[in-house]
């Protein structure tokens, strides 16, 4: 038996055309206490369990300079540091034995306190949650814990010499007296006092500067509701006093930092002036940074990892900021090719400013933002929560849902625009850590070096 290819098996099959993303996410219901306690409910009966976080306006920003790390202390300890109705102990074996969880965490611009629990046991981790956001009590032995545990970290700080960089690169960009670049230090926990933490949690801890976001198997929002204002209905609300943060203020000419280092990588950050939290030019930036840095796909890997052969690592990320963020661009190398790395990278950026992308590279580069964008809720918690930290961070009440139609506005006429607006790759600024002797060209060829030491 023959068996014969005929030509018109090789025609491809008449599919329908595939339109675009309808993205309509379920909205919720938000509620506010009299107190002044923000929440948001989503009901998901898909499984009998319960989600909820509380987002606390404070963050690692906000502490004093002589205080750097208080505020991540605080944080670390409202559940692990004991309350006053549950003993730190106590909460550990309860949790554990329900199966439940009670995690607290800090971040640059916000903190965070989350709460998961089968349905059946609701009532008692709820309390539980309830007494570590209103009421810690900061047990001497577990804040001296603590508090070791952050000198440790600080002390091993330079270990991974690729985050150091990262760090590092930030702090110099800033400014190390602006508190966009600060870092705790031995000095700055070292003294902190349980008092510091009850004075830190009494001023930032209030139900008016907190948004609760909660998701799962209840049984109606009035239920639900008349359950958080039984917990949470008698704290008092009353002024949150916030420091001042500076105006950032940026030197837009070349600077080169570096630290001498002897190993087998050389680590490069690259950073330029960004934009401010809100600028609607985080759209067509978002664009541009996919196609620089997004991926394997993107032109930094394609031509210094896979065309190349300089490094394994090369990405590129923005930073939004209140005041002025940063455009991040790094890669680790070779130290006997670091140069030929790092001027790739930068012409990269320049690059990018002189033609028209062509439309389907622009058309990928929407598409990945758009479907990671999409699949980041796969859970109607991961939503609600997101519509809460929006509202957190002061965006537009339709920012979640027109996000992708805004996303897919961009162009390659507005993808130009912004690379010509904003990138500057002749004054970025350049942090590198490495071996110099081994360089195949002194760091001075891209511009005036200061070395600092590692500490």
Not at 18 to 41: A, C, H, M, Q
Not at 80 to 100: P, Q, R
Not at 222 to 249: N, Q, Y
Request: charged content about 30%; hydrophobic content about 40%; glycine content about 6%.
């Amino acid at each position: 038996m023959t068996l014969s290819i005929t030509s018109s098996w090789a025609v491809p099959p008449a599919l329908p055309e595939i339109g675009g993303i309808d993205f309509k996410p379920p909205k919720g219901s938000r509620y506010t206490l009299e107190n002044g306690l923000v929440v948001y409910l989503l009901k998901d009966n898909t499984l009998p369990v319960m989600h909820m976080t509380a987002i606390i306006k404070t963050g690692k920003i906000y502490d004093s300079k002589e205080k750097i790390g208080l505020g991540e202390l605080t944080a670390g300890l409202l559940k692990d540091g004991g309350t006053l109705k549950y003993k730190s102990d106590e909460i550990d074996k309860t949790l554990e034995f329900l199966g439940a969880a009670v995690e607290s965490s800090i971040a640059n611009e916000e903190a965070r306190v989350d709460l998961f629990a089968l349905k059946k046991d609701l009532d008692k981790v709820l309390d539980i949650y309830a007494s570590a956001l209103m009421e810690p009590a900061f047990e001497d032995d577990k804040t001296a814990l603590k508090k070791a545990e952050a000198l440790e970290i600080i002390r091993r700080r330079n270990d991974n010499p690729d985050r150091a960089a990262q760090r590092e690169a930030v702090r110099h960009f800033y400014g190390a007296d602006h508190p966009y670049g600060w870092r705790s230090e031995l000095s700055t926990v070292e003294p902190l006092t349980k008092e510091d933490l009850k004075t830190y949690h009494a001023n930032y801890y209030r139900p008016n500067n907190i948004i609760i976001a909660a998701a799962g198997d209840f049984d109606s929002e009035s239920v639900f509701l008349a359950k958080l204002k039984d917990k949470f209905g008698g704290w008092a609300s009353g002024e949150v006093k916030f420091p001042e943060i500076p105006p950032v203020k940026i030197n837009e000419t070349r600077r080169l930092y570096f630290v001498e280092k002897d190993i087998s990588q050389t680590f490069i950050v690259t950073l330029q002036k960004g934009v401010k939290r809100h600028d609607p030019v985080e759209f067509p930036l978002a664009v541009t940074n996919e196609m620089l840095g997004g991926g394997l796909s993107a032109r930094l890997a394609a031509e210094i990892r896979s065309r190349k052969g300089l490094a394994y690592s090369v990405y590129s990320y923005f930073a939004k900021r209140p005041d002025y963020g940063f455009i991040n661009a790094s890669c680790g190398t070779k130290p006997e090719t670091y140069s030929q790395a790092l001027s790739e990278l930068l012409r990269q950026f320049e690059l990018i400013k002189t033609e028209l992308a062509p439309d389907a590279e622009v058309k990928r580069a929407k598409d990945s933002i758009i479907n990671s964008f999409v699949f980041r809720f796969p859970t109607p918690f991961d939503l609600i929560s997101e519509r809460a930290l929006y509202e957190y961070y002061a965006y537009p009440a339709d920012y979640l849902d027109t996000y992708v139609d805004n996303m897919a506005k961009v162009d390659p006429k507005a993808v130009l625009e912004t690379s010509q607006k904003l990138f500057k790759p002749e004054s970025s600024f350049i942090f590198a850590i490495g071996n110099a002797k081994k360089f195949d060209k002194p760091l001075s060829d891209f511009g005036p070096v200061t070395e600092v030491k590692e500490d």
